[in-house]
């Protein structure tokens, strides 16, 4: 047989499918382990995209997208980020994940290094990895609530570096970056000629902090910023995202749209017409419910005596397990055999983080709540052994 890419047979698939994969092979699991939300995708735009199928819009679209769809992401991009912008800085793309893939292709060359985020997630190294790029770790320190040390990012920047990626709010950790944080990263990666790909899905999913959109301090094009449907509109399954960028890169990603994946789904492209444009309450009913999942988990872990960090947007968090002195894996893939709570391991994240299991809390109240139980009591059981 041909020789396979080595890169990619030795690219480390994410602990939160291989535990999911497991799961899927058992009854009654509590599922904690993925970020899907337990809301279904608001009426009115399941019936816009109903509309939508019926008048003909089943066919191929621009590779950028409609333009009628980037026209209101220019709305949007103001209303929620206080972006000014133009459709041509704008490209409709697959989710949220084609978004980061198309605009790493659009800047890497063949061992081009990217720093990506410990604990982060591990799709980031998958994804520069496809790009033939090499990933780099700088780490989030669970003392400093998740931040990055500027100053030893800045150290690990080399000749070889293209791009920082960061994740605010973060998938794992829910630490929202503050805004001298985000201003001071753009000016590090203007004063080493670099790219900032800003992953943003989770920007409206917040509790008590400010989101703070780099491209806002970006004044030379060196930041790409890549959003999504999915976590705000419960739209995961639509695949639906947008990559906002110079003219120059936008340009870029929107070639690559032709060979990677052609162009996105037209019903789902007029979905998101309908999900900016309807009203906006059912957003703000889910971030409530996930703001109230979150207090009822912290509340609950704290109760139970077992350590965790408070997040502060998105909707997961990181419960710290080393007391169980086992690795991560072995510690989620036990908690699924014997308690029947699926959880995604901390190792694939990072180092960092390789003693904690992540929660989602996109999950219904009822479940999230039996789920921290049972690990509380799997738990316990561990430190007796």
Request: net charge negative; glycine share 8%.
């Amino acid at each position: 047989m041909a020789r396979l890419a080595q890169s990619v047979v030795e690219m480390r698939r994410s602990g939160i499918r291989v535990v999911m994969d497991l799961a899927g092979t058992m009854k009654d699991v509590i599922h904690l382990e993925v970020g899907e939300p337990s809301f279904q995708t608001p009426a009115h735009i399941v019936e816009a995209a109903h509309r939508a199928a019926l008048e003909g819009f089943t066919k191929y679209t621009p590779n950028v997208g409609f333009l009628s769809l980037r026209e209101k992401l220019v709305q949007k991009l103001q209303r929620v980020n206080g972006l000014q912008t133009e459709p041509d800085n704008i490209v409709v793309t697959p989710g949220a994940v084609a978004g980061i893939v198309s605009s790493l292709a659009a800047i890497l060359e063949p061992g081009d290094e990217v720093l990506i985020p410990d604990p982060g997630w591990p799709n980031n190294e998958m994804m520069v990895i496809v790009n033939r790029g090499v990933p780099r770790q700088y780490l989030l320190d669970p003392a400093n609530g998740f931040i990055p040390d500027l100053d030893e990012l800045e150290k690990a920047i080399t000749l070889r570096t293209k791009a920082i990626v960061i994740n605010s709010p973060s998938n794992p950790t829910g630490a929202v970056f503050p805004r001298a944080t985000v201003e001071r990263l753009v000016e590090i990666v203007r004063e080493h000629d670099i790219f900032l790909v800003s992953d943003e899905v989770y920007e409206q999913i917040l509790f008590d902090a400010e989101h703070v959109s780099a491209r806002g301090f970006d004044i030379d094009g060196r930041v790409i910023s890549v959003h999504g449907f999915s976590k705000t509109y419960a739209m995961t399954g639509w695949r639906l995202g947008y990559v906002v960028a110079s003219r120059e890169v936008a340009a870029m990603v929107g070639k690559l749209q032709e060979p990677l994946v052609s162009c996105a789904s037209a019903v789902s492209q007029k979905a998101g017409e309908a999900a900016l444009d309807g009203p906006q309450d059912c957003v703000v009913e889910m971030v409530e419910a996930y703001r109230r999942r979150r207090d009822m988990a912290v509340s609950m872990l704290a109760d139970l005596d077992v350590p965790f960090s408070r997040p502060s947007g998105a909707f997961y968090l990181l419960v710290d397990v080393s007391s169980a002195a086992m690795e991560s894996y072995e510690f989620a893939k036990l908690l699924l055999k014997e308690a029947r709570v699926a959880v995604a391991p901390g190792a694939t994240f990072g180092q960092q983080s390789r003693n904690h299991v992540r929660l989602s809390l996109a999950t219904a109240d009822g479940q999230l709540a039996e789920g921290i139980r049972r690990l509380a009591a799997f738990l316990r059981g561990s430190r007796a052994d």
